[in-house]
């Protein structure tokens, strides 16, 4: 159980992209507040463990951007404390299977999390939250010679509140390999990620057909925008 507060401050994820010429000065704002709760349980038995936690947390006074009352043309957005908070609440867990040379690990987090839409001024899901996200790994450290791994991770549907294109996100799967070999002092190394090529652009554009009021011109990220990527190389050992 834990609480803490973070006094405002201008500078946010929008204004960090855009700059703080759009912003109206900061006015009568409050402290945010928060206050969680969390429980962790955690279980064993020859190969198998399992660890799940379950916490809740509430952020009063969140802070969030908004388009001005009136609608100034030089400072289109200000900076306000929400009418009501932030509330998440969620679990996660974590299942493991070791055997000699071999691990695989599975993890699901559900999270919930609720919060003040400021153009509606009604309580609707969070952005860019996944309700539901899980991954595996599979890894096998090959005696002597070198290790192999396999990952695989799942994204949950995201609600978007100010995208061009859509109002919830696709769900998605990545999945990639890594892997090294010795060969006497030298490793070789192989690392893959996003081998199915999973890309935002692939389903929408990136930049907009119309600027934001905060000035942006392009799309939240909620998919990956670099798609596959393939590294390597050598070790050698003196």
Not at 31 to 49: H, M, N, Q, T
Not at 119 to 134: C, K, S, Y
Not at 138 to 147: K, Q
Request: glycine share 10%; proline share 6%.
């Amino acid at each position: 159980m834990g609480q803490g507060f973070f006094a405002p401050t201008p500078f946010t994820e929008e204004t960090e992209a855009t700059g703080l010429s759009r912003l109206a000065p900061l006015r009568d704002l409050e402290a945010e507040r928060g206050r969680s709760l969390s429980v962790d349980l955690g279980w064993k038995r020859g190969p198998f463990e399992l660890t799940s936690t379950w916490f809740h947390s509430t952020i009063d006074d969140p802070v969030l951007l908004r388009e001005t009352e009136f609608g100034a043309a030089s400072t289109p957005v200000e900076i306000v404390n929400a009418p009501g908070p932030t509330r998440t609440r969620g679990s996660e867990l974590i299942t493991r299977w070791h055997r000699n040379e071999m691990d695989l690990i599975a993890t699901h987090m559900f999270v919930w999390s609720t919060e003040i839409d400021p153009a509606a001024g009604t309580r609707g899901e969070a952005e860019l939250t996944p309700r539901h996200t899980a991954g595996v790994d599979w890894l096998w450290n090959i005696e002597g010679h070198g290790r192999l791994g396999v990952e695989v991770f799942y994204t949950g549907r995201q609600a978007l509140r100010d995208s061009a294109f859509r109002t919830r996100t696709p769900s998605y799967v990545l999945w990639g390999i890594i892997g090294e070999w010795r060969i006497r002092r030298a490793r070789l190394f192989l690392n893959a990620e996003n081998l199915a090529d999973v890309r935002q652009t692939e389903f929408d554009p990136f930049v907009r057909p119309s600027q934001r009021v905060d000035g942006r011109w392009t799309e939240d990220i909620w998919m990956p925008l670099d798609g596959r990527m393939l590294n390597g190389g050598v070790r050698v050992g003196f």
